[in-house]
């Protein structure tokens, strides 16, 4: 089993920065695709991006493309999501989850292990 813990979230002002963290624990994620996702009140939860096991191959979902940069380290087992220039919009429960699997994917169905999510709340 794959426990994935979020932190990081918050209250920020649109335009500013906020950096997530997911740190999992368990049985090792180091071969899986990290990957974030969200769900506004109302929505369905969204793609925001993932990451490879290596760390060079990432997707980013179009609107956050150039704004959210993800990293991880494996020997941490932790995997970081810079959000910068945040929109009110982007206000939602921000997700981890981890996929057994070696290309990077944004469909959910992909993705085994889920955290229980922070809160990003971007005032306008």
């Known amino acids: 089993q794959v426990q994935l813990v979020e932190s990081g979230g918050g209250l920020v002002q649109a335009g500013g920065s906020l950096r997530l963290t997911c740190a999992a624990s368990?049985?090792?994620?180091?071969?899986?695709?990290m990957g974030w996702f969200r769900q506004a009140p109302g929505k369905e939860r969204e793609f925001v991006a993932a990451?490879?096991?290596?760390?060079?191959?990432?997707a980013y979902a179009d609107s956050v493309k150039g704004r959210f940069t993800l990293s991880r380290d494996n020997a941490k087992m932790t995997v970081w999501m810079q959000m910068n220039s945040l929109k009110p919009e982007e206000t939602a429960a921000y997700y981890c989850?981890?996929?057994?699997?070696?290309?990077?994917?944004?469909?959910?169905?992909?993705?085994?292990?889920w955290g229980q999510g922070t809160q990003v709340t971007v005032s306008s």
């Open positions: 990451i490879g096991w290596r760390g060079d191959n990432t």
């Open positions: 368990g049985r090792s994620v180091t071969s899986y695709v």
């Open positions: 989850a981890a996929a057994n699997t070696i290309a990077v994917r944004s469909s959910e169905s992909w993705y085994n292990y």
